[in-house]
């Protein structure tokens, strides 16, 4: 799933001043949306078992979500172009 988060988005104000870069929370969330398109709508919490910001993503850059099935939920990739922003491992909790 390809994303991109959009200059203006609520999130970036104060996040941070002068340079903004997306919150991890607001990528996370593409993920979690990447998984329940393909899997369906989680019914239960999920839980971040390990989670790695490698890299910043910045206000209108694209990125791409790669999910994976694991034993006991997903693994998850997100990248730039080659450069890996962001991975780790979701399950429902």
Do not use: N
């Not at 203006?8 to 996370?28: E, K, N, Y």
């Amino acid at each position: 799933m390809k994303f991109r988060i959009a200059a203006d988005h609520p999130a970036l104000p104060g996040h941070f001043p002068g340079r903004p870069i997306v919150p991890g929370v607001v990528i996370l969330d593409h993920v979690q949306q990447a998984i329940e398109r393909e899997h369906g709508v989680f019914t239960t919490p999920i839980k971040l078992a390990q989670v790695k910001f490698v890299q910043p993503l910045l206000p209108e850059q694209d990125a791409e979500i790669a999910i994976e099935a694991a034993t006991h939920g997903w693994k998850f990739r997100v990248r730039r172009g080659d450069a890996l922003i962001a991975s780790g491992d979701i399950a429902s909790a």
